[in-house]
């Protein structure tokens, strides 16, 4: 079966790095989509991307954020100067059409900011 | 007033209760509606799309009520197996953007 793929499946970092998490999308999915749950808390949803371009965000998207699809097959979130409150679960997701379709999820990257 | 609400639960029940839970949703133009599941510090799993007419899949049975806004899960014969949080989940506008609900918690219990 298909899946979502991410790595890492957790990454540890200081405060003020820059990281990217990176994903792989189902192979003939066209929108691209990250999550994000803080522990104990619900899944948050923070950008929608397809067709090279953003389609949505939310207001916890801000400028530290961004989204890339480097190539034709990675799907890349990057938060360029991490901050302790950025720790969560960041769970990448796809789906071949963006209304009633399904959303796949990976298993998530578990970010840690000391 | 929350985009999706959800009793947190926890839900505790014996093997081969029946247990259901319920969600309400403010957004009344939302157009698609969801069921996942989710397992402790694991991804989402699509449990089940929700429909208006109310669908079913084995011993799940999922309900939509739009003039409420009020979706519901029923499960029957629960097993070990089904212990885990339950998240509505709604697509308010065809844009793909999910808001969750903060998940019921379900515990089956020998």
């Known amino acids: 079966e298909p899946e979502v793929t991410q790595t890492p499946s957790h990454q540890v970092t200081q405060m003020g790095q820059e990281v990217i998490l990176r994903c792989v999308p189902i192979s003939n999915h066209l929108y691209f989509y990250w999550y994000r749950q803080i522990l104990g808390q619900k899944v948050e949803f923070l950008v929608s991307?397809?067709?090279?371009?953003?389609?949505?965000k939310s207001e916890i998207f801000d400028d530290q954020f961004s989204v890339e699809r480097p190539d034709g097959s990675n799907f890349t979130l990057k938060i360029r100067s991490t901050k302790l409150e950025d720790s969560a679960m960041y769970f990448c997701?796809?789906?071949?059409?963006?209304?009633?379709?399904?959303?796949?999820f990976g298993a998530g990257t578990r970010l840690s900011v000391l | 007033r929350k985009e999706v609400e959800q009793d947190p639960g926890p839900f505790n029940v014996p093997e081969g209760a029946t247990v259901a839970f319920n969600c309400t949703y403010s957004n009344s133009a939302s157009q698609s509606f969801f069921w996942y599941r989710q397992d402790c510090r694991k991804e989402p799993k699509l449990l089940m799309s929700v429909y208006s007419s109310g669908n079913e899949d084995g011993r799940f049975t999922a309900q939509l009520n739009r003039a409420s806004q009020y979706i519901s899960l029923l499960i029957r014969d629960s097993k070990l197996s089904d212990s885990a949080t339950y998240l509505c989940?709604?697509?308010?506008?065809?844009?793909?953007?999910?808001?969750f609900g903060q998940g019921t918690t379900l515990q089956v219990k020998p």
């Open positions: 991307f397809y067709n090279n371009e953003i389609s949505e």
């Open positions: 989940v709604v697509n308010p506008s065809n844009t793909g953007k999910l808001i």
């Open positions: 997701a796809s789906s071949s059409d963006r209304g009633g379709n399904i959303q796949y």
